[in-house]
T-cell receptor
Framework: NAGVTQTPKFQVLKTGQSMTLQCAQD?????MSWYRQDPGMGLRLIHY???????DQGEVPNGYNVSRSTTEDFPLRLLSAAPSQTSVYFC??????????????FGEGSRLTVL | AQSVTQLGSHVSVSEGALVLLRCNYS??????LFWYVQYPNQGLQLLLK??????LVKGINGFEAEFKKSETSFHLTKPSAHMSDAAEYFC?????????????FGTGTLLAVQP
C-alpha cells in the first residue's frame, strides 16, 4: 500500500525556472493538499482540493499553481522559482469530509532549493 | 479564525522523565484537534486525535493528550521518555463539520531526549 507518493524527493532550481512537484495517492481520497514547511513556521497550507476539478487557495498560494484532473493526482507547479520558495513541500490527503474527522496522510516530502 | 499555539519550540528531557508538550487552541466552534510527529527526514504521522468523544485521548507509542475546554488546551504527555521519542511534534486544529479537511498547524516543538 503506497499511500501518498511525492516526486522528486530533492530538487535544485535556478531563480526563474519552473517545475512541477508530483503527488499521487492510491487511497481514493477526495481531499488533497499541499503544505510547505519552513523552520520556526510549522506547516503552512498552499493549496487544497476537495475533489477532482475543484481547487482553492490556502494561506500562502502566491507563486504556485495547482490542478486536480483526477482523484489520484494533485501536482504543484512553481511558475517562476524564487529563493523564498526554498522549502520542504508536503502533500497530504484524507477521505471524504463528511465521513471522517479530517486525519491527514502525508507523503515523505520534497526538498526544494532555489539558487 | 482557528489557530493553535505551541509553547516552547525546543524541549529537552532526560530518558525516563515525563514528556509534556503544550498546545493551546483558538476556535469559535467545537474543534477537532490533532498531534502529529515528524522524525528526521520523514513526513508527518498521526499520534492521536480528539474528535469530541472522550476528553483523554490515547495515541501510539504511549502518548496521550487531554482536551480541556476551560483552558483551551490540548497538551501532549508521555510518562517516561525514550530515546526514540526524539522528533518534532506538531499540534493541529480543524473545523468540526467544516466543508474541508483543512488543518491549521502550530509551529512545532522539537523534543530532545538526553541519555
Amino acid at each position: 500500500n503506497a499511500g501518498v507518493t511525492q516526486t522528486p524527493k530533492f530538487q535544485v532550481l535556478k531563480t526563474g525556472q519552473s517545475m512541477t512537484l508530483q503527488c499521487a495517492q492510491d487511497m481514493n481520497h477526495e481531499y488533497m493538499s499541499w503544505y510547505r514547511q519552513d523552520p520556526g513556521m510549522g506547516l503552512r497550507l498552499i493549496h487544497y482540493s476537495v475533489g477532482a476539478g475543484i481547487t482553492d487557495q490556502g494561506e500562502v498560494p502566491n507563486g504556485y499553481n495547482v490542478s486536480r484532473s483526477t482523484t489520484e493526482d494533485f501536482p504543484l507547479r512553481l511558475l517562476s522559482a524564487a529563493p523564498s520558495q526554498t522549502s520542504v513541500y508536503f502533500c497530504a490527503s484524507s477521505g471524504r469530509v463528511a465521513r471522517n474527522t479530517g486525519e491527514l496522510f502525508f507523503g515523505e516530502g520534497s526538498r526544494l532549493t532555489v539558487l | 479564525a482557528q489557530s493553535v499555539t505551541q509553547l516552547g519550540s525546543h524541549v529537552s528531557v532526560s530518558e525516563g522523565a515525563l514528556v509534556l508538550l503544550r498546545c493551546n487552541y483558538s476556535s469559535s466552534v467545537p474543534p477537532y484537534l490533532f498531534w502529529y510527529v515528524q522524525y528526521p527526514n520523514q513526513g508527518l504521522q498521526l499520534l492521536l486525535k480528539y474528535t469530541s468523544a472522550a476528553t483523554l485521548v490515547k495515541g501510539i507509542n504511549g502518548f496521550e493528550a487531554e482536551f480541556k475546554k476551560s483552558e483551551t488546551s490540548f497538551h501532549l504527555t508521555k510518562p517516561s521518555a525514550h530515546m526514540s521519542d526524539a522528533a518534532e511534534y506538531f499540534c493541529a486544529v480543524r473545523n468540526y463539520g467544516g466543508a474541508t479537511n483543512k488543518l491549521i498547524f502550530g509551529t512545532g516543538t522539537l523534543l530532545a531526549v538526553q541519555p
